[in-house]
């Protein structure tokens, strides 16, 4: 947070060591321009360390379900904790996706991954900021729904609440009345999108925990790739597997991209989590996926792919 302001202390220092050589209206001028200098480089950090704080702060607004005695955005309360109960199954938490009340896990997982790949890059700087517990707080509120959601080795699901139906009748999650209609992807009904950047989210929380919450890290690597034990929950060997493109999201998130670069994804992001030289072989033997791209968002993660395999092989 201080660098720039240590570096407009130690200017200020500089010109009082060579006052000697300059006449007095010039070192006024000197000291002065010094000092503006950090006091402006000062509120400059200050600026974006709260804009940090601020855009962290954001996903504590956008919670679903029990929210914890620590929650800053005290205006919201609990919400859908009846999610799942059509199947038995227990799919409260996560993340609205944005005014609306609807969770779209395929959107989620890739918000998720983002948001890890700024706690690994980043983290130096966050921790400064005094937010990585935050961020932490942030992608651990999406990876425990994304495990609740993998329910077996070939379900998954992929979206909670019926989004033309939520989108006729705008109310707070805590007052809606609208149809909570579970979505899911399995093997005689594949989504790889869904399950590939389930995967890619799950390998990269796992670097964010893995000096932090051992245990926790490596449950999320487990459901992530494939382990012997656990070989029932790998979301990557899944969506690999039982190819086929996802639609159940549209016309909200519709898949204009195909799966192959959620493929390339989430084998990315294991192959980073791990160094296990089978991801780095599967993106090799599909590097003909890959391509000159235009963009890097949740449809399209090419660019991403690109970007940290460049990292690691240049």
Known sequence: ?????????????????????????????????ATNHAQKDHHVNRAYNDALSKAILF??????????????????GDSALADGQPDNVNLVGGYYDAGDNVKFGWTMSYTTSLLCWAAIEYRQ???????????????????????????????????????NKDHSCWERPEDMDTPRTLY??????????????????LA????VFEHVDAAYSSKL????????????????????????????????????????????WGATWLYEATGDKKYHGYLTSNQGWSGSVSEFSWDNKLAGVQTLLAKVTL
Not at 131 to 159: G, K, N, P, V
Not at 192 to 200: L, Q, T, V, Y
Not at 204 to 207: D, E, G, K, Q, R
Not at 241 to 262: H, I, L, M, N, T
Request: net charge neutral; aromatic share 12%.
């Open 221 to 264: 690597l487990q459901h992530a790739k494939s382990v012997i034990n656990l070989i029932n929950y790998n979301l990557f060997e899944f969506a690999d597997k039982y190819r086929g493109s996802y639609g159940a999201s549209c016309p909200f998130y519709c898949s204009y991209s195909g799966y192959q670069d959620e493929l390339l």
């Open 184 to 201: 899911k992807i399995t093997s005689q009904n594949p989504g790889s999108e869904a399950a590939g950047d389930a995967a890619a989210a």
């Open 125 to 163: 700087q966050i921790t400064s900021a005094g937010e990585i517990e935050h961020l932490r707080q942030a992608i651990r509120w999406a990876t425990d729904f994304l495990l609740r959601s993998h329910t077996s080795s070939t379900t998954f699901y992929t979206q909670v609440g019926d989004g």
């Open 1 to 33: 947070m201080g660098r720039r302001l240590v570096w407009g202390l130690l200017i200020a220092f500089l010109c009082c060591a060579i006052s000697l050589f300059l006449a007095p209206n010039d070192l006024h001028r000197s000291l002065v321009a």
């Open 204 to 207: 990269a929380a796992s670097m």
């Open 59 to 76: 996903f504590e607004g956008q919670r679903s379900g029990k929210l914890p005695a620590d929650q800053r955005v005290t205006w919201r």
